[in-house]
């Protein structure tokens, strides 16, 4: 979900519409942890919540949407209520995912599985305020593909890479074990969104180097909080 997650992020910033709400009217250099609680949050409620409990955060999550409006560097009107940007928003987040779990997942899915998983996250987006949001993998990889007409980089995403990417809010000690993520989401992110992310694309270095550290990293989170794991059973 970490390395899901700082995919989605990165390529959201290619939307310059999308990118002028979150540089104009997030926190997220003064509070970033308070950002990704608030997003880990929304994901936990709207995942394994109950249905009382989910509506309740996506009604605040509209509720906060309606302020977040206003006008881009090149001119261009926005707002966070805009369906096409949620469902900008929306496919990278759930595109991201699942490719993350494909790549660095315990267990593979099969096709009726991930066309399932993308079917139950379109009941959220629909909420949010999403228009006919993909129902399976093909129309989520076509409605990802209709939007890279209007991707550039622009100075507020290069600035949000670097700060994700190189200038994490981390104490040194801890940054290792960032950075060993953050180098296992560039290998999964793709081809196209290099050159705009200033992430140059090295095959043969991410083949072999950063995809077998992603495995690594991963299989020792999960083995530090597997219920089962001395360090759990410790805190217990």
Excluded: C
Aim: aromatic share 10%; no cysteine; glycine share 6%.
């Amino acid at each position: 979900m970490f390395i899901g997650g700082l995919r989605a992020l990165l390529l959201q910033t290619l939307h310059p519409l999308a990118m002028a709400g979150v540089a104009n009217h997030s926190d997220y250099r003064n509070d970033p942890w308070g950002r990704l609680q608030r997003t880990a949050d929304f994901l936990a409620s709207t995942t394994f919540g109950p249905e009382q409990e989910a509506q309740r955060i996506i009604d605040r999550i509209k509720h906060v949407h309606s302020f977040v409006q206003g006008t881009a560097s090149d001119g261009r009107p926005y707002s966070a209520n805009d369906p096409h940007l949620l469902r900008w928003v929306h496919v990278v987040e759930v595109d991201s995912f699942l490719r993350a779990h494909t790549r660095f997942g315990q267990q593979k899915l099969t096709q009726a599985e991930r066309d399932g998983y993308v079917e139950d996250m379109s009941l959220i987006a629909a909420k949010l305020g999403v228009t006919d949001p993909p129902k399976n993998e093909q129309a989520l990889k076509d409605q990802l593909r209709s939007f890279k007409g209007e991707l550039r980089s622009t100075a507020e995403s290069r600035d949000a890479v670097k700060y994700l990417l190189f200038s994490p809010p981390l104490p040194y000690p801890a940054r290792a074990a960032y950075y060993a993520l953050a180098a296992a989401t560039i290998s999964t992110l793709p081809a196209w969104s290099r050159n705009m992310l200033r992430v140059p694309y090295l095959p043969f270095t991410e083949r072999f180097a950063l995809r077998p550290l992603g495995v690594g990293i991963t299989q020792a989170f999960r083995w530090i909080t597997d219920p089962t794991s001395p360090l759990s059973q410790s805190g217990r």
